[in-house]
């Protein structure tokens, strides 16, 4: 990558960290109802897929999903509006965490449902092939959603069709609490696609470049008309599966390890001679969120006269 690419990918990630950092302090203090599911640890996985892609394309999330919202272009400010029940967010303050959507720039987004996003996306490919857009589809699923039925079954569908999706496991090891090796007999969750007759490979999801290039390729072949791609990004949640977790289940010093190896520390150390450049975005990022914060709070509530505007039967 050129220096201005690794300042780029590095400010994405930054953003998406230092954001969802914000988020879990508003919430101890009170500012964000309901639970929130964070994706620390996990930010070069989005931003190295949606550098990829444009206007046509789409985005489907678990409810791990800010970081694929911003990646995709989610405005700052909308998102903690959003998070914060305020009237002027994405969603009227609708949504809240686990149900953000922003259809504007191409983000169909977050589903509470392990794996649903799966066909949710693969329609929204189909569409693409059909009206001949030139548009793919990417989904994101966690390492557990691939022992869900209907996952397996949109699978199945997107390879007879030849459909323009491009399936992203974020395999941060535990399936919410549950361990994925005991829940698979399998080394590679990649392994999966050739039962589908779906290409897939397995990448070290904490390396940007990894990423990238990964990314590149899948969306490469979707756009070309050969249809879908699994890509198994390994990684590590830097937190808890939700803001109340404790972790109780994960051994001692794992985590810690984990900050080792994390996206935004790999590309410091791959990058060690830009370190002034690096702390200087530090410094622009967390002027710009709080900046963000500070306008969320300053917009209004939704009028509770208006609670059964959006509802369609």
Known sequence: MSNTDVAEYYRRMRLIRRVEERMMELKTAGEVPGSIHLCNGQEAIPVGFCSHLG???????????????????????????????????????????????????????????????????????????????????????????????????????????????????????????????????????????????????????????????AAGRAIGRARNGEGPTIVECKTARLVGHYSGDVQHYRPKGEVAEARKVEPLVRVREAHGDRTADFDRIDTEVDEQVEAAIEAARNTPTPDPATVKDHIHV
């Open 55 to 213: 206007g046509n394309d789409w985005v489907t999330a678990t409810y791990r999903g800010h970081g694929w919202a911003l990646a995709k272009g989610t405005d700052v400010t909308g998102l903690f509006a959003e998070v914060m029940g305020k009237d002027s967010a994405v969603n009227g303050g609708r949504s809240a965490s686990p149900f953000l959507s922003d259809p504007g720039v191409g983000f169909l987004g977050e589903n509470s449902i392990v794996g649903a996003g799966v066909p949710i996306a693969l329609g929204a490919s189909l569409t693409a092939q059909r009206k001949h857009t030139g548009g793919v589809s990417v989904v994101s699923i966690g390492d557990g959603a691939l022992n869900q039925g209907n996952v397996h079954e949109a699978l199945n569908m997107a390879a007879v069709m030849t459909s323009p999706l491009v399936i992203v496991v974020e395999n941060n090891v535990y399936s919410e609490m549950s361990p994925i090796v005991d829940m698979v007999k399998i080394d590679e969750l990649s392994e999966r696609g050739a039962a589908y007759g779906i290409p897939a490979e397995t990448i070290d999801g904490n390396d940007i470049d990894a990423v990238v290039e």
